[in-house]
């Protein structure tokens, strides 16, 4: 039954909107392109054929416009899931997403729900140029009443994705193009994935490596390679941002003693300043070498290759930054 | 993908009128430049782009030296 069933990243996603989309049919799809074009990346393949134009909605270029609609929806008693083409155009729409979507329920003292989720993708790493390949998860951390998940692998796209479309709440789900073709077992029958439940994809016990979306498969490499060395590296992914699973995080560092954190943001304000604040405040005593972090430098993504490689965070640097605090 | 599949042939007609190069043509031609003047304008600016592509293609890719100093004073 559960077989070896390997698909790609965005082919998970395109899965979870259609059977969601089955199951449910107040679910509605709204975006630029997404219809007849299909998603400039193709995410929503077939969804216009099967559903019909009146679930499968192309928007004008207008996000505020678009996650505003969607908001009105949802409070009539629709489920919209909104696709914004590029995680840089979240300015666009950040009147309707962070100073209503997530705020409908408290407004109301409770008597309404907004239950909108928001998929974009993000680009760091691709040579889109820097407006176009910007990743600031942290920003929608400081925005309480927004759940964020970050897939790192087709498993959890899809039950991430699920789980969201499912919930009451509003949902920012992040998407990393670089993904959209990896390959991974998911498996033919319904599941979901929990919001704020972190993932232990590797086991160690040296350090632990809590790695966020596109930068978990470098951990993985990296840890393959320190085993080599004799160093045993942990990595844990935390899926979701909100709710953070704070718990597994904690655990690990007591655990191990040694925390790196490698994240494809802006080092400055990131999200792993936010862990290590945490782990400052309930983990410090267990802390047997600095916390160390490892994400782009504090500049616009350049667009000319040699410069990008220099700026992203790769494996390589992970390796010589574990190095150093393990030995 | 049929780029008319979401406007008409008269829609699409109508907004190529708009076009602002064509208007500005028509105007610069009416407050008496010449045809000859404004080809030599369209001439000097394709020769600039070549000129930048051939620098493009010769140069070595950017430090990231000189890719801080177009960010930070």
Redesign the interface.
């Known amino acids: 039954m559960a077989g070896n069933r390997e698909i790609t990243y965005s082919k998970a996603i395109n899965e979870a909107l259609r059977e969601e989309m089955e199951r449910d049919e107040n679910i509605i799809l709204m975006g630029e392109d997404i219809a007849v074009f299909e998603g400039v990346y193709k995410i929503t393949r077939g969804l216009l054929d099967r559903f019909g134009p009146e679930r499968v909605r192309d928007t004008p270029i207008s996000e505020n416009a678009i996650v505003g609609a969607a908001i009105g929806a949802s409070l009539l008693g629709l489920r919209p899931v909104v696709e914004i083409m590029y995680m840089d155009f979240l300015n666009e729409c950040a009147d309707q997403l962070v100073n209503h979507l997530p705020k409908m329920r408290f407004m109301s003292g409770g008597k309404l729900e907004a239950p909108v989720t928001v998929r974009c993708q993000y680009s760091v790493g691709r040579n889109t140029g820097a407006q176009h390949t910007q990743f600031f998860p942290a920003f929608y951390m400081n925005v309480p009443g927004l759940n964020i998940a970050l897939p790192s692998t087709p498993y959890d796209a899809k039950g991430l994705l699920k789980s969201a479309i499912r919930s009451g709440a509003p949902s920012l789900f992040l998407e990393c193009a670089k993904l959209y073709n990896l390959k991974g077992h998911v498996p033919d029958e319904d599941y979901t994935v929990p919001f704020g439940s972190a993932k232990k994809i590797v086991e160690g016990e040296d350090v632990v490596v809590m790695a966020l979306s596109l930068t978990v498969p470098m951990a993985v490499s990296a840890s393959e390679k320190l085993r080599k060395k004799g160093i045993s590296v942990m990595v844990l992914d935390p899926r979701t941002l909100s709710p953070l699973d704070k718990d597994s995080i904690l655990d690990a560092v007591k655990k191990t003693g040694r925390l790196v954190i490698t994240e494809p943001d802006c080092k400055t304000g990131g999200v792993g300043a936010e862990i290590s604040a945490i782990v400052a405040e309930e983990a410090i005593d267990y802390l047997d070498a600095p916390v160390i972090r490892i994400a782009t430098p504090d500049i616009p993504s350049p667009f000319s290759p040699p410069l990008l490689d220099r700026y992203m965070p790769t494996e390589e640097k992970m390796v010589e930054e574990i190095e150093k605090i393990v030995r | 993908?049929d780029p008319l599949?979401?406007r008409t042939k008269d829609e699409l007609e109508e907004w190529m009128g708009k076009d602002p190069l064509k208007i500005l043509e028509k105007k610069l031609l009416h407050d008496g430049l010449t045809k000859a003047e404004l080809m030599k304008i369209d001439e000097g600016i394709n020769e600039k782009i070549l000129d930048a592509v051939e620098f493009a293609k010769k140069s070595d890719?950017?430090t990231?030296n000189l890719?801080?100093k177009s960010?930070t004073n």
Do not use: Q
Request: charged content about 0%; glycine content about 12%.
């Open positions: 993908m599949a979401g890719y950017p990231w890719m801080l960010f």
